[in-house]
């Protein structure tokens, strides 16, 4: 089974950036898209970006929209997710998952089948 490894995450004051990576284990790795969502303590795991594998569409929640940007490289089966503007409120635990299975919806939880462990942001002064 393939493995997602994150890495970028940290501390940072408001206003800052960030850039995460996640990178899959398998260099025959498949997959439609991959996704970042988030969880904040105490609430579920929210929809962040995606983007699709081949055509490299990319979609954001309104939250991020302008703030993040979703990114790819195929030949290191890595996305990345570059993060500016950062605010108290982006604090949380980013996830990275993958779609290696096709047919489903993109910004929801079952729409991926294949997690990282997760990495944690904190957005404070």
């Known amino acids: 089974q393939v493995q997602l490894v994150e890495s970028g995450g940290g501390s940072v004051q408001p206003g800052g950036s960030l850039r995460l990576s996640c990178a899959a284990s398998?260099?025959?790795?498949?997959?439609?898209?991959m996704g970042w969502f988030r969880q904040a303590p105490g609430k579920e795991r929210q929809f962040v970006a995606t983007i699709g594998w081949s055509s490299g569409l990319t979609y954001y929640s309104d939250s991020v929209k302008g703030r993040f940007t979703i990114s790819k490289d195929n030949a290191k089966n890595t996305v990345y997710l570059q993060m500016d503007n950062l605010g108290p409120e982006d604090t949380a635990v980013y996830y990275c998952?993958?779609?290696?299975?096709?047919?489903?919806?993109?910004?929801?939880?079952?729409?991926?089948?294949?997690w990282g462990q997760g990495i944690q942001v904190t957005v404070s002064s």
């Open positions: 398998e260099s025959t790795f498949k997959t439609y898209a």
């Open positions: 998952a993958a779609d290696s299975l096709g047919g489903r919806s993109w910004f929801i939880v079952p729409g991926y089948n294949i």
